[in-house]
């Protein structure tokens, strides 16, 4: 297995960690008379967005950051970018798409619900100074425009911190909203590291509020922030993974309720398609009524 795969492995569990596995299609194909093509590494379908997700890797360990790596690094995201490319031309032109959960149920894309795209691009880096918050490499580009979509880029090292603190779409989407504000935001925002920002939004949303809200004219986030909340919220953090784990229980039913999909197909004389759109459907309505 090569780092790529590795690093696109974990970012799927990841994003079953954030997102739930329904709504989740790993490698989805695009099917036409030319043959058969990947549409891009992960699709997250939440309500009527589509995250499309690109993940890059570089195998060479960081210990320096010079012009090379940079390089190196530029050329990476700027192939990602290019590459969410093909999702979105096969939106333009409302393609047979079709992919698998990472339980095992295929269906095929419906254009039709699908009213906002979003990229998501990861990079996946060895740095060997990521432990350390004033020297972590951080991306120049968290936030950009391209081909009419946001496009937020991400540290893979960053989103496996990420997830133990956004458990839920709502969070996740809520923050992606957040890190464009603050990026466009007419300012003066200066911030250490990506987990600085997290623990910001966290413990301190009233100091980004008054930043958006322009009552105040500047706000910098110093390195080392992170570092703070996660020394400084133990007992509260104890206390939330202790509440947090008694839901697993309620995991380990919603994830068996996939089998209704072939079990309706046999009994209820429906396609498979008709069974697996029913169910995807079903279960964002789940989701949705428990988090309203």
């Known amino acids: 297995m090569d780092h790529g795969e590795i690093a696109e492995n974990t970012l799927e569990e990841i994003c079953c960690n954030i997102f739930g596995c329904d709504f989740i299609m790993r490698s989805p194909q695009t099917h036409e008379a030319s043959g058969d093509k990947e549409l891009t590494d992960i699709l997250v379908l939440i309500d009527d967005v589509m995250l499309i997700f690109q993940s890059k890797s570089m195998l060479a360990e960081i210990t320096e950051i010079n012009e ?37 149920v295929r269906y095929e894309l419906d254009w039709g619900y699908i009213n906002k795209k979003i990229g998501v691009v990861t990079l996946h880096l060895n740095d060997a100074l990521y432990c350390d918050p004033e020297a972590r490499f951080q991306i120049p580009f968290a936030v950009e425009e391209h081909n009419g979509i946001q496009v937020h880029t991400f540290l893979l090292n960053d989103l496996m911190q990420i997830q133990d603190e956004i458990t839920t779409a709502g969070d996740f989407m809520q923050y992606l909203e957040l890190r464009d504000k603050m990026w466009r935001t007419d300012g003066m925002f200066s911030l250490g590291n990506e987990l600085d920002l997290l623990a910001v939004f966290k413990i301190r949303y009233d100091a980004i509020q008054a930043y958006l809200s322009s009552e105040i004219q500047g706000l910098t986030i110093q390195p080392g922030f992170w570092e703070e909340y996660k020394s400084g919220y133990v007992k509260e953090k104890e206390a939330r993974v202790s509440k947090l784990s008694m839901s697993k229980y309620i995991d380990y039913i919603i994830r068996d309720l996939h ?23 079903s279960r964002r309505s789940v989701v949705y009524s428990l988090a309203g």
Do not use: F, M
């Not at 990476?76 to 798409?97: D, E, F, I, M």
């Open 68 to 104: 090379t790596v940079l390089g190196r690094i530029d050329k990476r995201h700027s192939s990602a970018k290019t590459q969410l490319n093909t999702t979105l031309n096969a939106g333009t032109r409302n393609a047979n798409v079709s992919g698998c959960t990472p339980l095992g």
């Open 259 to 281: 089998r209704a999909v072939p079990h309706c197909v046999s009994t209820q004389g429906i396609t498979y398609q008709e069974s697996a759109s029913g169910y995807i459907c």
